[in-house]
C-alpha cells in the first residue's frame, strides 16, 4: 500500500536530473536528424537548427541517382535494405524465440523438465561476451552456408535471445495458479488443450511484453549482424556505421535520421500494446 507524501524540493531536482539524463539523448539525435551538415558538429553546439532541413532523411530514404540534382547529403546506400532486413530478421526471430522460450518454460514450471538446474544453465549462455559466442557461430554457420543469409541471423538472435524469453515467461507461468489447468483436466481437457485454452491465453500480457523485449533486443543487435553477414544481408546497427564519407567524415544527420527511423516503430508498437505491458508486468504482484 502506498502512501501519498508531498515531494521535497530536493526529491523535485533529482527527478528533473533523472528525466532529463533519460530523455536528452532522443532529444539530440532528433535535433541532429533535422541539421544541415555545417551543425552537425559545430562549436559552440546548435541545440535546436535555425535553418531546419530534410536532406539527412532524404539520404537515407532517397539513392544517390535520383539525388543527384538536389542537396541531399551524398551516401553510398540507402537505409531501405537496412530497414526490410532488420524487419524481417527481428520478426521472425522473435517468434521463434518466442515459441521454443513457451514451450520451453511450460515444460520448466509445470512437468520441472530437467530439475532445478535447467533455468540456471539456460541462462548460462548469457553469461559469456557475445564476442565469445559470435566465433563459434562463424565457424559453424561458415561450414553449412548460412553466412550472410537471413537464415543464419534468424536462428543467431532466436539462440542470443532464448534465455531471456525462457526466464521471462516462466516466471508467468510460474505465478499462475496451476489448479486452473487441473480443474480444465477434471471437465475433460487434456494437459495440451488446458494450456492452450487457459494457461496462454491468461499469460497474454507476460506474452506480448516479454516480445517487445526480445525484439527490441534482436532490433538494437550489432555485434552478430557485423560478424555474421557480408553484401546481402544488412541490418539498421550496422547500416549506421557504413554512413562515413571521405571529405565530411562521420554523417551523424544521416546516422540521426536513420536512428529516429528505426525508433519509430518501436514507438508505435509500444503504444498500440500498452494495456498488455501493464498488465504483463504487473503480472503476479497481487498475492494470491
Known amino acids: 500500500m502506498f502512501v501519498s507524501k508531498k515531494m521535497t524540493w530536493w526529491a523535485w531536482v533529482a527527478l528533473a536530473a ?6 536528452f539523448p532522443i532529444f539530440w539525435i532528433t535535433s541532429t536528424a533535422f541539421k544541415p551538415s555545417t551543425e552537425w558538429v559545430a562549436v559552440p553546439p546548435v541545440w ?41 530478421i527481428s520478426i521472425c526471430a522473435t517468434i521463434l524465440s518466442i515459441s521454443v522460450g513457451l514451450a520451453a518454460s511450460l515444460a520448466i514450471s509445470r512437468y520441472k523438465f530437467g530439475g532445478t538446474s535447467t533455468p540456471l544453465m539456460i541462462l548460462s549462455g548469457r553469461m559469456f561476451p557475445p564476442i565469445a559466442i559470435a566465433i563459434p557461430f562463424l565457424v559453424m554457420f561458415n561450414s553449412i552456408g548460412l553466412i550472410d543469409t537471413y537464415i543464419g541471423l534468424i536462428l543467431c538472435y532466436a539462440a542470443f535471445t532464448l534465455p531471456f524469453s ?71 546497427p550496422v547500416q549506421l556505421s557504413k554512413y562515413f564519407a571521405a571529405t565530411a567524415g562521420q554523417l551523424y544527420g544521416v546516422q540521426a535520421a536513420l536512428a529516429v527511423v528505426a525508433v519509430l516503430p518501436l514507438i508505435v508498437i509500444g503504444y498500440f500494446i500498452q494495456t498488455h505491458l501493464v498488465r504483463g508486468l504487473t503480472f503476479g504482484a497481487v498475492k494470491r
Do not use: C
Not at 533523472?18 to 530523455?23: E, I, K, P, R, S
Not at 543487435?221 to 555474421?228: A, R
Open 18 to 23: 533523472a528525466l532529463f539524463f533519460a530523455t
Open 48 to 88: 535546436i537548427s535555425g535553418q531546419p532541413t530534410l536532406d539527412n532523411f532524404s539520404a537515407v530514404f532517397i539513392s544517390q541517382a535520383d539525388a543527384a540534382n538536389t542537396s541531399v547529403t551524398s551516401v553510398s546506400e540507402t537505409g531501405w535494405r537496412a530497414i526490410i532486413g532488420s524487419l524481417i
Open 166 to 236: 525462457v526466464w521471462m515467461i516462466k516466471s508467468f507461468i510460474d505465478d499462475l495458479p496451476k489448479e486452473i489447468e487441473e480443474a480444465a483436466m477434471i471437465d475433460g481437457l487434456t494437459r495440451i488443450q488446458a494450456h492452450f485454452k487457459f494457461t496462454i491465453p491468461l499469460i497474454r500480457g507476460g506474452l506480448i511484453s516479454t516480445s517487445l523485449f526480445i525484439f527490441i533486443l534482436n532490433w538494437s543487435e550489432f555485434l552478430f549482424g557485423l560478424v555474421l553477414t557480408a553484401k546481402d544481408v544488412v541490418t539498421i
